[in-house]
């Protein structure tokens, strides 16, 4: 039996986010709420594809078309948001041996492409894809080129001292040996939010990097997850805001979303150590399995990732297109 593949129905959407849950590639910003609000600020109109096989549901694949001009293009997650992961997200296939799970696979990607060509016809598409997808070879038979992209996960499954003892010994330091009344952590609201975004944006920009991701977009995300969080953690010396970060928190996973830049405050604390592991031991707590510290491609950043004895984890960014679009594409600055 083959799989079909169509625009989620009503009675579709309704469960949609419940499919979500049940796979191991979903994340907060598959979620039907999140993925209108990503279409808004996007400025794109999006398709949310479903494959069934008879009742059962085998994938999800949210695709945002966009046009420049005459060009139409395809995208997920759509450009300039910094949204982390998005494409495709599987079902029911965990219990399946090898042969019958590839078949599937393979037969709800090429449904959802074969829709793709068939009803938007785009000149140019980029997907990139959540850590739990782990195999791309059905986008590469169909013309993608696929680079690896990385990040680091820390387990949190562990008991506080086996987490903090695998640090590095100046992140053990830093954690261990600044006095709690140094400095205050809190979980904030919509003006730790702002002030977050601000001192990120400053920060790009002062690099000489445009940061272009509307403040709206992650206050109206934040007000729309449903079964996810956007949590600020934000610290303060003598009550004056220092520094911060937006985690991203779905499942039993949470992630360094944005933030966590280098403070311009004169203050003897180690402002992202701490932050950080404000989040894992809150997460632990919680019973949260993993951190995602969200990017481990940057060299320099790396080093300071690199200290939580993180655990290396791949996904990837696809692309097809004409070398001449690729270049156009590109001005949509999309894939960073």
């Not at 140019?124 to 993608?144: A, C, K, L, M």
């Not at 000489?208 to 610290?235: K, R």
């Amino acid at each position: 039996m083959s799989v079909d593949v169509r625009v989620a129905t009503d009675d579709d959407r309704a469960r949609w986010n419940e499919y979500v849950g049940r796979s191991p590639q979903g994340t907060l910003c598959h979620e039907l709420e999140s993925l209108a609000v990503q279409a808004d600020h996007a400025g794109a109109t999006l398709h949310p594809l479903i494959g069934f096989k008879g009742q059962e549901p085998v994938g999800l694949f949210p695709v945002f078309e966009l046009r420049k001009g005459f060009v139409r293009t395809v995208f997920s997650p759509p450009p300039h948001l910094r949204v982390p992961y998005l494409g495709p997200a599987f079902l029911n296939m965990g219990k399946l041996k090898q042969r019958k799970r590839e078949k599937r696979r393979t037969r709800f990607v090429d449904g959802c492409l074969e829709w793709i060509d068939d009803e938007l016809d785009p000149k140019y598409g980029h997907i990139r894809t959540s850590t739990g997808v782990t195999d791309v070879r059905p986008f590469v038979w169909e013309g993608f080129d696929a680079t690896p992209e990385y990040t680091y996960a820390v387990d949190l499954t562990r008991d506080e001292a086996d987490i903090l003892g695998s640090f590095s010994s100046d992140a053990r330091r830093n954690v261990r040996n600044t006095a709690d009344d140094a400095y205050e952590i809190t979980i904030g609201g919509r003006e730790s939010i702002q002030r977050i975004h601000e001192q990120v944006t400053h920060r790009y920009e002062s690099q000489g990097i445009s940061f272009d991701v509307p403040l709206e977009f992650v206050l109206d995300l934040a007000d729309a997850s449903a079964n996810g969080h956007v949590t600020p953690y934000a610290l303060h010396v003598d009550d004056e805001f220092v520094g911060g970060i937006l985690a991203l928190e779905y499942g039993s996973r949470t992630g360094r979303w944005m933030g966590g830049v280098r403070t311009d405050a004169d203050v003897d604390v180690p402002t992202n150590d701490l932050l950080d592991w404000a989040i894992m031991d809150d997460a632990r707590e919680r019973g949260l399995e993993t951190y995602d510290l969200v990017g481990a491609d940057t060299r320099r950043i790396n080093r300071y990732k690199a200290k939580f004895n993180p655990d290396l984890e791949t996904y990837y960014s696809m692309e097809y297109g004409s070398l001449g679009m690729r270049t156009v594409a590109s001005l949509y600055n999309s894939v960073k």
